[in-house]
């Protein structure tokens, strides 16, 4: 038994028989972080001591024979912008670098009731903010599949992590794609639930309308066991829906009998590469060998969804992280500089008697809001900011901001018909493989349209899973995606699963140096 190459579920039964301990499993997982992050950089912070305290919590539990929870002794890595009590949680940017939550997300707390061992934090695009995780203000993270590469973004330290064997379960966020990308550039299975459908409380917001948590594994069943621990209603979110969770766990293993897929045209039009389209069109044959009918879905909207996500997404950031401002969060520029600054100035516009100069001199608030805010954020993110403020400002609202809510909901309409006709849409992750590092970071249009195939399901609120369907010419991972109507979490686990019950993409592992 190699235990970084377990399945959660396996680790599970192992520690519940008594034949492993939570503290060999976080040991040996321990020493492959410490083996090979230094080159992957998946991880932003492991606190050893921390993480063993927790399995020998859930050993001792054990010794005293009390009953162990259903994660009991797993080791779940977590996408840092969700909050840990006591521990730093920086949405790798410097403006959240000293922040020490006092509190844990409602998922961290459901993780720990369930017994998991929060092996370690993540790294991400600054506040999830991009695709490749280029964009984290504490270093890049690679692909393990390819050090040269990009791992997907902006839960690339997430999937990352699951796909090296540093824990065989993650959190991530899922934004416009941020979960199933990586997830298909890194070989692992991640899924986006239905908006409402697990928690946010405690996950620091990007754009409200759109976030959501959900799980990484590296088989349907693993990222089932997730879910079911992370889901369900939370009355400290009010956008999270009251609706009974099914147990994911017991019904994954069920073949859906009858099954009808739809693949969708315009999926497979220009931008597609060559090698992700061909493995898409077998998987959607090996559904059919399954048992599945399938057939051509419309989603005549789908080629405005990038258009609608990148107004909807950067007006909604630019209004959460207005809070960010050195006084009410976040962190605070030097003062003691600033001031000196201030009164240089204002002894330069005394000295030169320029009384409009000084009438004009901000108030020392604003610019400790201006300073601190151009220290604290990343380029991406001020860019976002700055995209948000526009199309939100009077004059603009109504051709940039109202524009992209309704062609939103034409979106979710396509959506709705395609639904009425089958049970689930196949179809790409992302256009391509992993590219190259710095392969696109000057080029922004290039980036957001790597968000093609993924950011239709946040704007519809849908639920939709990546999982691994074929390799490259280069031997990178291609994924598949699948998408179901709003709830229809249970049957894209299910047909997860049948597919990896008919094929083994999902067990092969990168070779790490
Ligand atoms: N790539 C998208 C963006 O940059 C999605 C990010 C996400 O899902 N958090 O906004």
């Known amino acids: 038994m190699f235990i970084p190459h377990e399945s959660a579920t396996d680790l599970v039964a192992l520690i519940h028989s008594g034949d492993l301990t939570a503290v060999e499993v976080t040991t040996a997982l321990l020493e492959r972080i410490e083996r090979h992050d230094a080159s992957l950089q998946a991880m932003l912070r492991v606190d050893n001591q921390a993480a063993l305290a927790q399995a020998e919590a859930i050993d001792a539990r054990r010794r005293r024979g009390e009953p162990l929870g259903s994660l009991a002794g797993v080791p779940v890595a977590v996408k840092d912008n969700m909050c840990t009590r006591g521990e730093a949680t920086t949405c790798a940017s410097r403006m959240l670098e000293p922040f020490v939550p006092p509190?844990?997300?409602?998922?961290?707390?459901?993780?720990?009731?369930?017994?998991?061992?929060?092996?370690?934090?993540?790294?991400?695009?600054?506040?999830?903010?991009?695709?490749?995780?280029?964009?984290?203000?504490?270093?890049?993270?690679?692909?393990?599949?390819?050090?040269?590469?990009?791992?997907?973004?902006?839960?690339?330290?997430?999937?990352?992590?699951?796909?090296?064997?540093?824990?065989?379960?993650?959190?991530?966020?899922?934004?416009?794609?941020?979960?199933?990308?990586?997830?298909?550039?890194?070989?692992?299975?991640?899924?986006?639930?239905?908006?409402?459908?697990?928690?946010?409380?405690g996950l620091v917001a990007f754009a409200s309308s759109l976030d959501q948590i959900g799980p990484f594994g590296r088989s349907a069943a693993d990222v089932a066991v997730l879910l079911e621990t992370i889901a369900g209603h939370d009355p400290a979110d009010t956008t999270s829906v009251d609706v009974p969770v099914p147990r994911y766990s017991e019904s994954v293993s069920r073949p859906l009998e009858n099954l009808r897929i739809g693949w969708v045209k315009e999926h497979f039009g220009a931008g597609i590469g060559d090698d992700v389209a061909a493995a898409v069109r077998e998987a959607i044959r090996t559904y059919e060998s399954l048992g599945a009918s399938v057939r051509e879905v419309?989603?005549?909207?789908?080629?405005?969804?990038?258009?609608?996500?990148?107004?909807?997404?950067?007006?909604?950031?630019?209004?959460?992280?207005?809070?960010?401002?050195?006084?009410?969060?976040?962190?605070?520029?030097?003062?003691?500089?600033?001031?000196?600054?201030?009164?240089?100035?204002?002894?330069?516009?005394?000295?030169?008697?320029d009384e409009r100069g000084l009438a004009d001199m901000d108030t020392a608030m604003v610019?400790?809001?201006?300073?601190?805010?151009?220290?604290?954020?990343?380029?991406?993110?001020?860019?976002?900011?700055?995209?948000?403020?526009?199309?939100?400002?009077?004059?603009?609202?109504?051709?940039?901001?109202?524009?992209?809510?309704?062609?939103?909901?034409?979106?979710?309409?396509?959506?709705?018909?395609?639904?009425?006709e089958v049970d689930m849409i196949v179809g790409p992750?992302?256009?391509?493989?992993?590219?190259?590092?710095?392969?696109?970071?000057?080029?922004?249009?290039?980036?957001?349209?790597?968000?093609?195939?993924?950011?239709?399901?946040?704007?519809?609120?849908?639920?939709?899973?990546?999982?691994?369907?074929?390799?490259?010419?280069?031997?990178?991972?291609?994924?598949?995606?699948?998408?179901?109507?709003?709830?229809?979490?249970?049957?894209?686990?299910?047909?997860?699963?049948?597919?990896?019950?008919a094929t083994d993409w999902h067990t092969r592992r990168p070779e790490l140096a």
């Open 103 to 201: 509190y844990d997300a409602t998922v961290i707390g459901r993780l720990r009731e369930a017994g998991a061992v929060v092996i370690g934090k993540t790294n991400l695009d600054e506040f999830a903010m991009g695709s490749t995780t280029e964009n984290s203000a504490f270093g890049v993270t690679r692909n393990p599949w390819d050090p040269e590469r990009v791992p997907g973004g902006s839960s690339g330290g997430s999937a990352a992590s699951v796909a090296a064997g540093f824990a065989p379960l993650a959190l991530g966020s899922d934004t416009g794609g941020s979960i199933r990308a990586p997830a298909a550039l890194c070989g692992v299975t991640g899924m986006k639930p239905t908006y409402g459908r697990v928690s946010r409380y």
């Open 298 to 353: 419309s989603l005549p909207h789908a080629k405005y969804s990038i258009a609608v996500y990148y107004v909807i997404a950067p007006c909604e950031a630019s209004s959460n992280l207005a809070r960010f401002d050195g006084v009410h969060y976040g962190m605070r520029t030097d003062e003691a500089v600033m001031r000196a600054e201030l009164d240089d100035e204002r002894a330069r516009l005394e000295k030169a008697g």
């Open 367 to 420: 610019r400790l809001y201006r300073k601190t805010r151009a220290e604290g954020f990343g380029p991406e993110v001020k860019r976002r900011i700055m995209l948000g403020t526009y199309a939100l400002s009077s004059g603009y609202y109504d051709a940039y901001y109202k524009r992209a809510l309704q062609v939103r909901r034409l979106i979710r309409e396509d959506y709705d018909r395609a639904f009425a």
């Open 429 to 501: 992750v992302t256009p391509t493989t992993a590219f190259r590092l710095g392969e696109r970071v000057d080029d922004p249009l290039s980036m957001y349209l790597f968000d093609l195939y993924t950011c239709g399901a946040n704007l519809a609120g849908l639920p939709g899973i990546s999982l691994p369907c074929g390799f490259d010419g280069q031997g990178l991972p291609i994924g598949l995606q699948l998408q179901a109507a709003p709830f229809e979490e249970e049957k894209l686990l299910r047909a997860a699963h049948m597919y990896q019950t």
